[in-house]
């Protein structure tokens, strides 16, 4: 299975090869720009990308879905349930809120916690069918591979975590923050289940943004400059400085987050805050967050990884976990 991420500033693949044997996998990954506003640069684009990785035929992928189209709903519901009647609660209880028609969506739902010796946390979300028909007609128009599903940004960036985490993913309550290009996923997961998941707008196009708009410089050389601390003191860059312009919302978004489940008892308290996304990659991030947060926070690169074998370019891992986490994907199996 080949997992496709299409992010807005850049396209990544990824293949995994496990070896039963000896319980180690090696991983074909590469990347390239996108061309969203061009179908035939983005097909040229894959194609390298495949060719990079020594891949030629027309292999099974599944690709991600846009947040924007993905709906969620957190609810509590009596415990002790049946499989069947919860079926039909959590239903009954999202509908109330819904003006959209479920049978006409692909749906699921998580039952997260117990929110106390009577009630259960559950996470739902749900996607029109409309929507990943039409994404994949689209998908299969531009790739010369074979499109078998689509699935949620935040499910794949959850699959990768559960995978290639170390151990402390058993045991941990976790803020996973995967820092895109224009966007940021922000999952809490509790012992590798899914508490809450929230998108803010946020990524690395606005730290380059501030960069270009304070040098007066096009952004190309602004993202050049970004990705270059070697040259920060020389130009009186300070980048703590422009993360507190750029990063305040998500800083807010994440205390939110975590406020909000430990007032409903969804969790007792964070054990680490998890940056990857190639966002992750810039220099000093984590420690912005570690200080203005006052948490436990580190950087999570899913290459850094015993278990994987043939990496040559380890720091390539941070932009990987969704692509990652879509080539974990079954082909059986459609998500929302």
């Not at 990785?53 to 415990?79: M, V, Y």
């Not at 689209?138 to 699935?151: A, C, D």
């Not at 975590?161 to 309550?173: I, Q, S």
């Amino acid at each position: 299975m080949l997992g496709i991420d299409i992010g807005t500033r850049f396209t990544k693949i990824c293949k995994i090869v496990e070896d039963k044997h000896s319980n180690k996998i090696s991983i074909a990954s590469g990347m390239s720009m996108t061309y969203l506003d061009n179908a035939t640069n983005q097909k040229n684009s894959i194609e390298r990308i495949l060719k990079s990785i020594g891949i030629t035929s027309k292999e099974a992928s599944f690709c991600t879905i846009e947040e924007k189209d993905i709906i969620s709903r957190d609810i509590n519901l009596p415990k002790g349930i049946d499989q069947e009647n919860l079926d039909s609660a959590v239903t009954l209880a999202v509908e109330q809120s819904l003006t959209e028609n479920l049978s006409k969506m692909l749906h699921s739902y998580t039952v997260t916690r117990e929110i106390s010796e009577t009630e259960n946390n559950i996470l739902f979300m749900a996607v029109p069918k409309t929507k990943i028909f039409q994404r994949m007609k689209e998908l299969s128009g531009i790739f010369p591979i074979n499109v078998v599903g689509v699935t949620s940004e935040m499910i794949s960036l959850v699959n990768a975590f559960n995978f290639f985490a170390p151990v402390y993913k058993e045991t941990d309550t976790v803020v996973l923050v995967n820092i895109g290009d224009t966007n940021t996923n922000v999952v809490i997961l509790n012992k590798k289940k899914i508490i809450f998941v929230k998108d803010v707008a946020f990524g690395g196009k606005h730290i380059t943004k501030e960069i270009s708009d304070m040098y007066h410089v096009p952004e190309r050389l602004a993202e050049e400059i970004k990705r270059r601390p070697e040259l920060w003191s020389s130009l009186g860059l300070n980048i703590r400085n422009i993360l507190k312009r750029t990063a305040a919302t998500l800083l807010e978004v994440i205390f939110e987050l975590i406020e909000y489940c430990s007032t409903r008892q969804s969790i007792l308290s964070v054990d680490r805050i998890l940056l990857t996304g190639g966002g992750a990659s810039l220099h000093g991030i984590d420690f912005f967050v570690k200080d203005n947060l006052g948490m436990n926070t580190e950087k999570w690169n899913p290459f850094d990884n015993e278990n994987i074998i043939g990496i040559e370019n380890k720091d390539l891992g941070f932009f990987m976990p969704v692509a990652l986490g879509l080539a974990l994907e079954k082909v059986e199996e459609q998500h929302v």
